[in-house]
């Protein structure tokens, strides 16, 4: 049975995509820095560590065979005026989105290749591609890591190995707290869906990208609940 | 709020223009799959549509889109003869290669009227059509690569594609907030009976012209049209309703995330 990995497990969006891959018969591996117990294979790992996150990506291989699959769903968000953002941050912001996603995807890619098959879903923002205030060093790094999905979607495709993004608009996640802007009623109802995504949304397009987009790389999918069309 | 839904116990009412073709007919027989019955509609009679009909238990349905009173008396005739419609997929198309300013602008004005103009007169009536159930719906319209991109000597299919795009952009904020999600797919190169056209205009066998339309394509090949088909019961699935005014670029990586 095919087995990926899943980065951000434990997360809103990682449990909803763990649920609809394993769903689809696939086996997880979970990573995240607390255990993934849905996960069929839980590994916690800082992907800020280059040997920990490859050693992790070995054990994980170890335990439920080839990898074929990689979703990129680890993430961290904070709002910070442009001018008040430090080099730390906006260094940290790339290592975190960016950085994790070439790690893994480094780590996994030789056996991908060498099998002529595999699929890599970088879960994006909404705001890497209509930008949004406050919002510069994150959307700098999602912005990135749709640049690097479309660049390695080239340079593997001839290898059987496909490369695409998800970029979510604001999603039911606990990672938008109750008195996040986007949860404003006022917000919501400026919104062509008049909805947040839902978690399961998002797992959804996931899902496809993995699963049944077999002609499809390269591409980013927009469940943004119409915030930018 | 909750969105609008079909509830479980109604069948969906799924209707498939130009269905005869390639990727209709691919279309017809995934979303008969996921459950749904399927109006699928042809130009003309044809040996194909009936065989399509009765391998999924489709109902037929002929009529000339190129006329926009047609059009509407399409969608009508479903909803008369299902009840309902919950999921439209705009999918039908006319091409025809010139260069323009060699084009003969009646020709030219057919491809867009059948292509943007009865796409416009289909959605129309299946937006007033799901308004009268009042659970929402799904509008998948078919683009093409070509719409994004251009391409020589397809003038006229290009624009009414790209057109498409527009209006799905725009019908994706008007109608969102009712429950009826529009959004498109626009595929690449797929293997249907028209790359054969495409070879005999270029006077090589069919296996040459895939090479052909190979070599411009990451992934090496040209698309199957079940790949489009699947990418279109995604779209229609009632449990997706975060994607609104969306285009789904299908073509094996040749314009990767272009729009």
């Known amino acids: 049975m095919p087995a990926v990995i899943v980065t951000g497990s434990g997360g809103g969006m990682g449990r909803a995509i763990v649920a609809r891959l394993q769903h689809r018969g696939l086996r997880v591996a979970g990573f995240d820095r607390a255990p993934s117990p849905e996960a069929d294979h839980s590994e916690i790992v800082d992907l800020t560590d280059a040997g920990g996150t490859a050693a992790a990506v070995s054990r994980a291989s170890a335990a439920l065979g080839p990898i074929d699959g990689f979703v990129s769903a680890a993430g961290h968000y904070s709002s910070i005026p442009f001018t008040d953002v430090t080099d730390a941050e906006a260094a940290g912001m790339l290592d975190v989105h960016l950085g994790a996603f070439f790690r893994v995807a480094q780590a996994l890619l030789p056996g991908m290749i060498e099998r002529e098959h595999g699929s890599i879903v970088a879960v994006a923002s909404e705001l890497a591609v209509g930008g949004g205030e406050r919002d510069s060093h994150y959307a700098a790094a999602k912005g990135a890591v749709l640049g690097a999905v479309r660049s390695l979607a080239a340079e593997v495709a001839p290898a059987g190995v496909r490369v695409n993004a998800v970029a979510p608009g604001p999603t039911d996640t606990p990672m938008l707290p109750s008195d996040s802007p986007w949860r404003d009623p006022e917000y919501l109802r400026a919104l062509p869906t008049r909805a947040l995504a839902s978690p399961d949304e998002v797992a959804r397009c996931v899902e496809f990208l993995i699963c049944s987009g077999t002609f499809v790389t390269g591409e980013t999918l927009h469940p943004n609940s119409g915030a930018v069309i | 709020m909750s969105k609008p839904h079909t509830p479980s116990s109604v069948r969906r009412i799924a209707l498939v223009t130009g269905a005869a073709g390639g990727l209709g007919t691919a279309q017809v027989e995934a979303l008969s799959e996921a459950g749904m019955q399927v109006v699928a509609h042809a130009r003309t009679a044809s040996h194909r549509l009936d065989a399509l009909a009765e391998r999924t238990g489709a109902i037929p349905a002929v009529r000339d889109l190129a006329d926009p009173e047609a059009t509407r008396a399409l969608v009508r005739e479903t909803v008369e003869s299902t009840g309902r419609l919950d999921v439209l997929v705009a999918n039908h198309a006319t091409m025809s290669m010139s260069a323009l300013v060699a084009a003969d602008p009646d020709e030219w004005w057919r491809v867009v009227r059948t292509n943007l103009l009865g796409t416009f007169a289909l959605t129309q009536e299946a937006v007033r059509a799901m308004r009268a159930h009042g659970d929402g719906g799904r509008i998948v319209i078919i683009s093409s690569e070509w719409g994004v991109t251009g391409w020589p000597n397809a003038s ?54 895939h090479g052909r339309y190979a070599e411009g394509i990451p992934l090496g090949r040209v698309g199957h049209a079940t790949e489009i088909a699947e990418a279109v019961r995604f779209l229609a699935d009632p449990a997706l309703a975060a994607m609104a005014g969306q285009i789904m670029q299908i073509n094996g990586g040749a314009t990767r995330g272009r729009v």
């Open chain 2, 156 to 209: 006229a299919y290009a624009a009414s594609k790209a057109g498409l795009i527009s209006l799905v952009k725009c019908l994706g904020r008007e109608l969102a907030p009712e429950g009826i999600l529009v959004n498109a797919i626009a595929p690449g190169v797929i293997d249907t009976p028209q790359l054969q056209v495409d070879a005999d205009d270029a006077g090589v066998d069919l296996q040459t012209m």
